[in-house]
Structure formats: structure tokens, C-alpha cells
């Protein structure tokens, strides 16, 4: 998992939480890193979960809430480091559709060890987009989080519904309402 994950979680948790929940998470959770990250750097997925469940059993905060809330504060982020992505699309959906085959793509050639999901999406009518997420991370809670975020980007109103979860959560459909 790259870098920039780990140093944001820790960016958005102190924001959230201050430095000395921080640094006694980074004490508790026994990380191989322990809480040194590089945002140019790769680290284990492991060791991202470890990090989630401690701040869950500090927190009490649900796990998947956790990752929905690191899902805003990711895309503000993606928006300031990767502006180039963001003025090429007019709509959520048309954004939403291009992940799979343009943005994830891209991401890929600037760092060819990043570990992605795979998405699929059809427009069952022009205000609702069905997307299938897959992947053996399960972190589709996060992918939620960074959808909500493009609605609000594209000052867009809507729902996100999940309509199946397969395989313990390795692949998670979601039904995307826009208000017409
Ligand atoms: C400009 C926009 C975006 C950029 C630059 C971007 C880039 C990235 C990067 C660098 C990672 C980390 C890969 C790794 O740790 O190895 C990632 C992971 C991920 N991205 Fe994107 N992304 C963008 C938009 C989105 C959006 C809108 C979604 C939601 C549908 C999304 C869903 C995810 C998920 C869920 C992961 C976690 C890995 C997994 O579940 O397997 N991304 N992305």
C-alpha cells in the first residue's frame, strides 16, 4: 500500500484527534514501521489494518465509518497533489466512470507498485450509476467515502445505496443516485 495513504491517515487523525492519541496509537498498534512512513514509500496492507483497529479500539468509532471519513479526507488531498484529474470531468458520474480505465490507470504509471481496485459501472438511466468495486482489500467503505466526496465536489445531491456484498466484502455494489 503506498505511502501516502499511511502519512494521510495519521494526517487526518491528528486533525481529528491530536498529536497524543497519535503518537499512543502508533505506541499500541505494534507496527513493523512504527508510524515512520514516506508518502514515495510502499508498506504492507497489514500494517494499514493494524492502524484502522487500534484507532477502532481507542475510538470505539466503527471500522467502516473510519474508512468512509479517511475517504473525504483523501479526495481533498487527491484534489490539491493530482488537480489534472479533476478538470478533465463535468459530471460525478462521468468522473466515477473513468477511475477503472483513466484516473486508476494513470496512477499507475506514476507508481507501478500500487495495489488498486477494479471498478465496473453502468448507467442504469442518466441519474443512477450501479458500480461494482472489487477487491481482495476490502476497502470498500473507503471507496464509499471517496464517491460521497465527488458528489460534493461536483455540487452534486444524491444517495449511495450498497445493493450486494460478495465474498466478505471483496466485491461491494453500489446504486448512485443523482436528484435530476
Ligand atoms: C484523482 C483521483 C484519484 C487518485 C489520484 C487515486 C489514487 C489512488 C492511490 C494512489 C491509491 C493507493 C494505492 C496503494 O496504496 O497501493 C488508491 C487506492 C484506492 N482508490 Fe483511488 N484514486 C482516485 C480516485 C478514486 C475514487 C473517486 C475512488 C472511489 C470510487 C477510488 C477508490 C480507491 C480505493 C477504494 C482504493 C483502496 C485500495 C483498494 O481498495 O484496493 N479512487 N487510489
Redesign the pocket.
Known sequence: ??G??FTEFLEMLEEKFGYAFVDQIINEANLPHQGAYTSVG?YP?QEMISLIMSVHFQSQIPVDDLLKTF?NH??GV??K??AV??DKFTSAFD??EN?ENH??V??KKL?P?????R?ETERTNENCLK?T?Y??????A??EG??A??LEHFHQKGSINIAKVENEGKIVTFIIKTEG
Do not use: Q
Open positions: 500500500m503506498k501516502i495513504v510502499t496492507h475517504g483523501l479526495f487527491f484534489k497533489s493530482y484529474f479533476f468522473m466515477l477511475i484516473i486508476h494513470e496512477v507508481y507498485d500500487a495495489e488498486l481496485p471498478f458500480m468495486y477487491s481482495d482489500r476490502k476497502m470498500s473507503l471507496a471517496l464517491i466526496s465527488t
